[in-house]
């Protein structure tokens, strides 16, 4: 299951995707997640898919790639649709003991379930195609005006990339360290879900000690290399808008415009 995390990984190939500047993936993903929320029709849930369906297929991702990243949100997705299943006020459909299914909760249901998994691939898919650094550059120049009410963007930008880079690499360390553990004749496997989440003990201390260590490493090589954060620091590969990354914003913005006139006209 550790391995199904994609969330944080970057997939190294050649595509449109990958050439396009980080602002404009970020922004794109921001308008995309906004669009989950505010269009709340079926309509805008096929366009929605429709558009996630194109970006993957450009950013020559693989599906399979793209589902086994799902399956580490399978219980969260559980949780969210068994809660707006029995807990939805509405029209009965369904009575199981004193719990009652109403055809809003599934209606309800299904919609957090699309919105869910739509959210999860988005994201994916611009982690997969955006390099920490880039993410970095890009997420700075996007709030640089911010700069002027005294708020430190850079080290902002840095704290949410350094982050994201972490993830895959603390994800192989608690492998490693679930191995490790099982030689020795741990079991994560058996027993009810409190007995489960007892034996992650053993493997929380040890991932902890890890984690620290992996972040002095890192402030000390920072701080040989003379890093200071802030003004006056110089890019070697400055970002620089293109003819295609004109051509997403207007694509975004179709989409958009799509989603809001559609939901008008049909609902």
Known sequence: MLKDITLGQYYQTDSVIHRLDPRVKLVTTICFIISLFVVDNWVGYVLAGVFLVLVIALSKVPPSFMVRGMKSIVFLLIMAVVCNLFLTQGEPLVTIWKLTITKEGVIQAGKMAVRLVFLITGSSVMTLTTTPNQLTDGLEKLLKPLNAIRVPVHEIAMM?????????????????????????????????????AKNMVPLLVPLFVSAFRRANDLATAMEARCYRGGENRTK???????????????????YLAAGVVLGRILF
Not at 165 to 194: C, H, V, W, Y
Not at 236 to 249: E, F, N, Q, S, T
């Open 160 to 196: 949410m990339s350094i982050a994201l880079r972490f993830i895959p690499i603390l994800i192989e360390e608690t492998d490693k360290i679930m191995k490790a553990q099982i030689a020795r004749g741990a079991d994560f496997e058996s027993g009810n879900l409190i007995q489960k």
């Open 236 to 254: 070697m590969k400055p970002l620089i808008y293109h003819k295609r990354d004109y051509l997403a914003y207007g694509a975004v913005v179709l």
